[in-house]
């Protein structure tokens, strides 16, 4: 009886030792999981802070073309614009993201000569290469328009950051009306206010 005893405490005991081996074997991966769980986290938040940062540039640099209204002084309204003040059209250009093909409010009309200028900004960023559109009346002491492309002149516009007293080239002039405009951009949803400049030609009926 004696034997029989010590056997079945052995094989309790045996018993006892694999069942443990069982549960750290259990605990172990669970461990190791959280750790993974946190990174997911992690990786799931990075796209979102890049999408913000993107969208904040984008809305920086449509409130860039957004302005008071103010027009140069000598700058003469339109008598009989083709899109007269408050009416509304389709734009068909490309100065800034998200211009092209999207509907705008006419707030503004002028007859002018309108030109695209090549300058380097004064608070030293990269050069700026065909600017549309500065009209005569943003250029220091210009003289008679029109000029001619090649002519150096010196802006007095605010269009851009570092763009006043700039010294810029004419790439091309053009006699024409040019709009002061309202616009919602197609990539955001805050509107461009006053807007300059939009000739023309730019411009059609809905």
Do not use: R
Not at 94 to 121: C, F, K, L, N, Q
Not at 123 to 136: F, I, L, Q, S
């Amino acid at each position: 009886m004696n034997l029989l005893k010590w056997k079945t405490a052995a094989a309790a005991g045996t018993l006892v030792l694999l069942l443990a081996g069982c549960q750290s074997d259990d605990t172990e991966p669970q461990e190791d999981a959280a750790p993974q769980t946190e990174q997911a986290d992690e990786n799931t938040e990075q796209p979102a802070q890049d999408e913000n940062s993107e969208n904040d540039s984008s809305q920086d640099s449509h409130a860039m073309h957004s302005s008071s209204g103010e027009v140069p002084e000598g700058l003469k309204k339109a008598e009989n614009p083709t899109f007269p003040i408050g009416s509304t059209a389709m734009m068909h250009a490309d100065h800034m993201p998200g211009m092209d093909g999207v509907e705008a409010t006419i707030s503004g009309a002028y007859e002018t000569t309108a030109y695209s200028v090549t300058y380097t900004p004064t608070d030293g960023g990269e050069p700026v290469k065909d600017h549309k559109w500065v009209v005569h009346e943003e250029l220091e002491n210009p003289g008679e328009a029109p000029l001619e492309p090649g002519t150096e002149v010196v802006l007095a516009a605010d269009h851009m950051p570092g763009m006043d007293g700039a010294t810029a080239t004419i790439d091309s002039a053009e006699q024409t009306t040019v709009y002061m405009v309202d616009f919602v951009p197609s990539d955001s949803d805050e509107e461009v206010k006053n807007h300059k400049w939009v000739t023309e030609e730019e411009l059609s009926e809905e």
